[in-house]
């Protein structure tokens, strides 16, 4: 058993020594791969040499020197190095010029064509911008008919921004239309009279009020907590009074008054707003088939309207009487003032 542990881990040890020198072989083979790849991804045609540059033109300048049939008469080329090579644009007899220029011009090869046809705008004395006519052109053979078809009116110059008045065109004087002024209305001071002819109207809470209808209070009037509204399931502050009644019944004033308002809301229905004096106002809603009518006076007791069906704010509540009494604006509680 001992003899075959030594022969194991001398196995052991064999096979963990092979490994790791085919590992360091490995890696070594791979480290030269990457380098030699490195300098020749480095090389890869984009590395000008200047000197094959030089033994390309000093052999090609030999070999036209050995074919040029006039050898007696051979031209000597100049030595061309990677020094001057660049320095040749300055034995050109014309100054090179920009791509894209219109004016290029090589001496022997190119000429420019009518010249003479080329009209030029000159500034004159200030006063606007004078253009030259063309000159004639030359004789080409062609006789009186080359003559006239060369020769051609020329338009007018315009009048530029610059140019003055003259003289002889006078500018036409702009009539102007005269300007109306609307008539001054004299202002009235005069005070405006009351539109409202009736009694004068007064009211204290000691007067009291007339119960407009037999029926108990649907909601209390409540200002200091929230009440319930079983329609809309929750309690708020209710300004107004409701009185439970039937549908079609009829609705006595409470006091006398005047209208002063007559409208239509989601909420209360019809209602009907009088002032009774001294900054109190009454309103009364959820009605039907008025009997009153705007500004007019009413006196306690007469029949302004009958109980509506109720609106969908109190549709579980059922028919009531919306009752709101306020002075300057701040809501009191009617149910307190009935006599």
């Known amino acids: 058993m001992k003899k075959n542990r030594k022969d194991n881990a001398k196995r052991e040890r064999i096979i963990m020594i092979a490994s790791s020198a085919f590992v360091l072989t490995a890696l070594t083979m791979t480290g030269i791969y990457m380098q030699s790849g490195e300098e020749k991804s480095q090389d890869d045609g984009y590395t000008l040499d200047f000197t094959s540059l030089e033994e390309n033109l000093e052999s090609k300048s030999l070999e036209i020197a050995q074919n040029n049939p006039n050898k007696g008469n051979s031209v000597k080329?100049?030595?061309?190095?990677?020094?001057?090579?660049?320095?040749?644009?300055?034995?050109?007899?014309?100054?090179?010029?920009?791509?894209?220029?219109?004016?290029?011009?090589?001496?022997?090869?190119?000429?420019?064509?009518?010249?003479?046809?080329?009209?030029?705008?000159?500034?004159?004395?200030?006063?606007?911008?004078?253009?030259?006519?063309?000159?004639?052109?030359?004789?080409?053979?062609?006789?009186?008919?080359?003559?006239?078809?060369?020769?051609?009116?020329?338009?007018?110059?315009?009048?530029?921004?610059?140019?003055?008045?003259?003289?002889?065109?006078?500018?036409?004087?702009?009539?102007?239309?005269?300007?109306?002024?609307?008539?001054?209305?004299?202002?009235?001071?005069?005070?405006?009279?009351?539109?409202?002819?009736?009694?004068?109207?007064?009211?204290?809470?000691?007067?009291?009020?007339?119960?407009?209808?037999?029926?108990?209070?649907?909601?209390?009037?409540?200002?200091?907590?929230?009440?319930?509204?079983?329609?809309?399931?929750?309690?708020?502050?209710?300004?107004?009074?409701?009185l439970a009644a039937q549908e079609g019944t009829s609705i006595l004033a409470c006091a006398a008054g005047r209208v002063i308002d007559i409208y239509q809301d989601a909420e209360i229905g019809q209602a009907v707003t009088m002032d009774l004096g001294d900054g109190y106002q009454l309103t009364y809603g959820q009605l039907k088939g008025l009997n009153v009518a705007l500004n007019s006076y009413v006196n306690p007791g007469d029949m302004i309207a009958s109980v509506a069906a109720p609106t969908k704010y109190y549709c579980v509540e059922g028919a009531n009487l919306y009752l709101k009494l306020t002075q300057n604006g701040i809501p009191v509680d009617p149910e307190l003032l009935f006599r």
Request: net charge negative.
């Open 77 to 242: 080329l100049p030595d061309v190095t990677s020094e001057n090579l660049f320095d040749l644009e300055d034995d050109l007899d014309y100054m090179p010029l920009e791509a894209g220029s219109g004016n290029i011009e090589i001496p022997g090869l190119t000429t420019v064509q009518g010249e003479e046809n080329l009209t030029q705008e000159k500034p004159s004395d200030g006063k606007g911008a004078s253009t030259e006519q063309p000159a004639p052109p030359e004789e080409s053979g062609q006789g009186e008919t080359g003559q006239d078809a060369a020769s051609t009116e020329q338009p007018p110059a315009e009048q530029s921004a610059g140019e003055a008045v003259s003289p002889e065109q006078p500018m036409a004087p702009i009539e102007q239309a005269p300007i109306e002024q609307a008539p001054i209305e004299p202002v009235n001071t005069e005070p405006v009279a009351d539109a409202w002819s009736g009694p004068e109207l007064h009211f204290a809470e000691s007067d009291g009020l007339l119960r407009p209808l037999e029926g108990e209070a649907l909601i209390p009037f409540s200002m200091d907590g929230g009440v319930y509204f079983s329609t809309l399931d929750v309690y708020k502050y209710n300004p107004a009074l409701m």
